[in-house]
């Protein structure tokens, strides 16, 4: 089991930035991926950063350039460094981990892709206003 908890939304305005910030606990070392997804009300969650056990990430075209995604291994924290906010960024964020040991864990799914998350924190909510 891993326990996810995250922390820095807020409300800024267009052009602004956050930093998001996630801590892990439990069983954090039977993780490969970790991620950072958002959603709207009415639309589907999606992925928008996502980073691999060796450090490797990958991000959402729709953040590509304004957001890096970074781990502290130490401090088994997860960041989301958010820069240059549009009003469309503006989503409840959450954070994810998977588990390549759980049931139904699949090979070929990036870490961007929502597939193998099976661990999820309660989301912060970001607002960018115009």
């Known amino acids: 089991q891993v326990n996810l908890a995250e922390s820095g939304g807020g409300s800024v305005q267009a052009g602004g930035s956050l930093r998001l910030s996630c801590g892990a606990s439990?069983?954090?070392?039977?993780?490969?991926?970790m991620g950072w997804f958002r959603q709207v009300p009415g639309k589907e969650r999606e992925g928008i950063a996502a980073?691999?056990?060796?450090?490797?990430?990958t991000y959402a075209d729709t953040v590509k350039g304004r957001f890096t995604i970074s781990k502290d291994n130490i401090n088994n924290t997860l960041y989301l460094e958010m820069n240059n906010l549009k009003p469309e960024d503006t989503a409840m964020y959450y954070c994810?981990?998977?588990?390549?040991?759980?049931?139904?864990?699949?090979?070929?799914?990036?870490?961007?892709?929502?597939?193998?998350?099976?661990?999820w924190g309660q989301g912060t909510q970001v607002t960018v206003s115009s």
């Open positions: 980073i691999d056990y060796d450090g490797d990430a």
């Open positions: 439990g069983n954090t070392g039977d993780t490969y991926c």
């Open positions: 994810a981990a998977d588990n390549p040991r759980a049931p139904g864990w699949e090979f070929g799914f990036q870490c961007i892709d929502l597939k193998n998350y099976i661990y």
